[in-house]
């Protein structure tokens, strides 16, 4: 079994830089693709960042690429997402999610196994 718990959200200006972290517990960690989705009031889910398990594939949301950075911290069984130059159409609930025991990095939804329970991002002046 696997615990995703996210943390770093907040209130921040446009403009701003916001760092969320998703702490996991349990086994397989290193060997997990895991990924970032976020869910606007009125709208769907969607993939913003994913991640191989070694880190050496990644993707990105063509509205947040360039801006949003997406990495692993396998010694802390932690995954990052540094959001910098955020604009208030960032504004979301973001969560984290983890493959069963995949390592090929995914962006569809229906790929992961477990989530957390999310974290609300709000870019407002």
């Known amino acids: 079994q696997v615990q995703l718990v996210e943390s770093g959200g907040g209130s921040v200006q446009p403009g701003g830089s916001l760092r969320l972290s998703c702490a996991a517990s349990?086994?397989?960690?290193?060997?997990?693709?895991m990924g970032w989705f976020r869910q606007a009031p009125g709208k769907e889910r969607e993939i913003v960042a994913a991640?191989?398990?070694?880190?050496?594939?990644?993707s990105y949301a063509d509205s947040v690429r360039g801006r949003f950075t997406i990495s692993k911290d396998y010694a802390k069984n932690t995954v990052y997402l540094q959001m910098n130059s955020l604009k208030p159409e960032d504004t979301a609930v973001y969560y984290c999610?983890?493959?069963?025991?995949?390592?090929?990095?995914?962006?569809?939804?229906?790929?992961?196994?477990?989530w957390g329970q999310g974290t609300q991002v709000t870019v407002s002046s």
């Open positions: 999610a983890a493959r069963r025991s995949d390592g090929i990095m995914a962006v569809r939804e229906e790929d992961y196994r477990y």
């Open positions: 349990g086994r397989g960690f290193s060997s997990r693709a």
């Open positions: 991640m191989s398990s070694r880190g050496v594939n990644t």
